[in-house]
Nanobody
């Protein structure tokens, strides 16, 4: 079983950039499809981005396309989310997640890291 720990969140101003990291332990990251999700106050958790296990294909929610980039470094067992041109509506707790197969349910979750974007 894999354990996930996010870091890199913080308080930034609109237009700033931030990079989130998610370090995996217990199993190799390459065994999983990986994703980033977020949950804003009073809202349901939503999908942000994913990278597939098999071919590294990436998917993004429309509101972050062109601003966020998901990447994985299997050698470092780390997943990243590079966020640029941040907006106040990006404020949320960000979670990384892993699934055993592409298209399956995300089974493993980190504890989350807070991102707050001030206007």
């Amino acid at each position: 079983q894999v354990q996930l720990v996010e870091s890199g969140g913080g308080l930034v101003q609109a237009g700033d950039s931030l990079r989130l990291s998610c370090v995996a332990s217990g199993r190799t990251l390459s065994n999983y499809g990986m994703g980033w999700f977020r949950q804003a106050p009073g809202k349901e958790r939503e999908f942000v981005a994913s990278v597939s296990k098999i071919d590294g294909q990436k998917y993004y929610i429309g509101s972050v396309k062109g601003r966020f980039t998901i990447s994985r470094d299997n050698a470092k067992n780390t997943l990243y989310l590079q966020m640029t041109s941040l907006k106040p509506e990006d404020t949320a707790v960000y979670y990384c997640a892993a699934r055993d197969r592409d298209g399956g349910m995300y089974k493993y979750w980190g504890q989350g890291t807070q991102v707050t974007v001030s206007s």
